[in-house]
């Protein structure tokens, strides 16, 4: 095993931006078989994606012949906080990641940087972020990076839980990082904070009580038991991580690209109702919320503002309740229901 190479490697990835590089074995992912119980269980929904090539996803060697190991790198996040102008309170929550650009672009371009580079030293390489079939945080905790929270989150010693994952698989032999262990002791504060109990148990996680599956990856309608505890979140959800000591810490990123875009904020929840297909694409323009198209976001506005609107909301909503997508239309009149039962059977609405 050459040291130097690996030295080499972390001093690129250092360069490159990344706020931390270890090197894990390539070999079967330490819980393949927790995974794989997940999926038995039918936790990861409608995420049909997810039940391709388990074997893949398990074992590194599957997806690249000839790998001996694992980079595992970390990027910082974390936005400064408060994104909304003054000129309004804002009232509505979208998850910290997307609050501007999407973070596959940056960094998948900084993994081909570093893949080019270690062509260099004679590996081939197989770069992913997010996408690719690897047990991300498995990984990582075998790598020493950091450890599976109970929350399920990839928890750094410095970083808290606020940063991306990304991976390169390689043919080069690097000695593997030593593992850093579990940091979690008697702490719960994740599973009490979870406002749909999605932590079922330390370390599982329900995808399909979730709300960032529910906001994001979920394509019909919201299910009704879940629409009052997704309070005002839009677009992900980041109650878990919120909750976690270990955040006490981290220091806001380096990268400007993460944090927040004011056009998105400026926004009262209900200007969102306003946009057609043409403005919400311009809006959201390399944002991640883009991927979830115009009818999934509005439909998730309508949740919140059934739960936090006034009546003010109504012209908007009951405008969206003719909107000729039904996932948008009957969410408003989910909405509107709603909002006329708080204000009370007195007021003709
Ligand atoms: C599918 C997915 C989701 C799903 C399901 C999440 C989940 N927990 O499985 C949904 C849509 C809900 C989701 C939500 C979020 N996600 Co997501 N997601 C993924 C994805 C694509 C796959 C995750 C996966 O394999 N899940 C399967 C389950 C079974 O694995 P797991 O939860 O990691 O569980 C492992 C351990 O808990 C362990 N285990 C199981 N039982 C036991 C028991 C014991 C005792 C122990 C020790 C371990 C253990 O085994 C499991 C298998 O390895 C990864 C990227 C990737 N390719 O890995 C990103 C990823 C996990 N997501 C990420 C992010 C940022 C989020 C959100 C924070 C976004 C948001 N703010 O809304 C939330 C956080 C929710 C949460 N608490 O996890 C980041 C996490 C970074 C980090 N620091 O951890 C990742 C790594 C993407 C990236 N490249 O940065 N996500
Ligand atoms: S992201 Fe939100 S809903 Fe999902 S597990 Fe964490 S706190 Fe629960
Ligand atoms: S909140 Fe507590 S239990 Fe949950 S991941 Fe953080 S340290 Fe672990």
Redesign the pocket.
């Known amino acids: 095993m050459d040291c130097g190479m690996k030295s080499q490697i972390k001093a690129w990835a250092a360069e490159m931006g990344f706020d931390d590089c270890r090197i894990a074995r390539a070999g079967e ?1 330490s ?1 393949a078989k ?2 794989r119980g ?1 999926l038995d269980d039918g936790r ?1 929904g409608g ?1 049909a994606w ?1 039940e391709r090539a388990p074997e893949r ?1 398990c074992d590194p060697r599957e997806v690249l012949a000839g790998c001996k190991a694992v980079v595992c790198l970390a990027m910082n996040y974390l936005p400064a906080q408060n994104p909304f102008p003054e000129s309004h309170p804002g009232g509505y929550r979208i ?3 997307a609050w501007n650009d999407d973070y596959h672009d940056l960094i998948e371009t900084r993994l081909r940087g570093l893949d080019h580079k270690m062509q260099s030293l004679g590996g081939t390489q197989k770069p992913y ?2 996408t ?1 079939p ?5 990984f990582a905790t075998d790598a020493g990076l950091g450890w ?1 929270g109970k ?5 750094h010693r410095r970083l808290g ?1 606020w ?4 991976e390169i698989l390689t043919t080069l032999e690097l000695a593997p990082d030593a593992s850093s262990g ?1 940091h979690c002791g008697k702490c719960t504060r994740c599973i009490d904070a979870c406002p749909t109990r999605a ?1 079922t148990a ?4 329900d ?1 399909r009580r ?1 709300i ?2 529910l906001t ?2 979920h394509k019909g309608p919201i299910p009704e038991e879940f629409r009052e505890a997704m309070g005002d979140r839009i677009y ?3 109650d ?2 919120d909750a976690c000591p270990w955040n006490r810490f981290a220091a806001v990123s380096r990268e400007m690209t993460f944090h927040a875009r004011g056009s998105i904020f400026e926004n009262r929840l209900r200007d969102f109702l306003e946009l057609d297909d043409e403005a919400f694409r311009k809006l959201f323009a390399g944002s991640p919320i883009k991927r979830i198209k115009r009818a999934r976001f509005l439909r998730n506005v309508c949740v919140a503002l059934g739960n936090t609107g006034s009546v003010d909301d109504l012209p908007s909503l009951r405008k969206a309740a003719a909107d000729p997508e039904p996932l948008i239309a009957e969410h408003a009149a989910w909405a509107v229901a709603r909002i006329r039962m708080r204000a009370g059977p007195t007021r003709r609405l």
């Open positions: 992912a819980h927790e995974f997940w990861h995420m997810m996803r998850a910290r990641y972020v997010d690719g690897v047990l991300e945080r498995d599976n929350s399920t989150m990839q928890i839980t940063f991306f994952l990304a579990d932590i330390p370390h599982q996680l995808a979730c960032s599956y994001i990856e992900g959800c980041d878990c991580l």
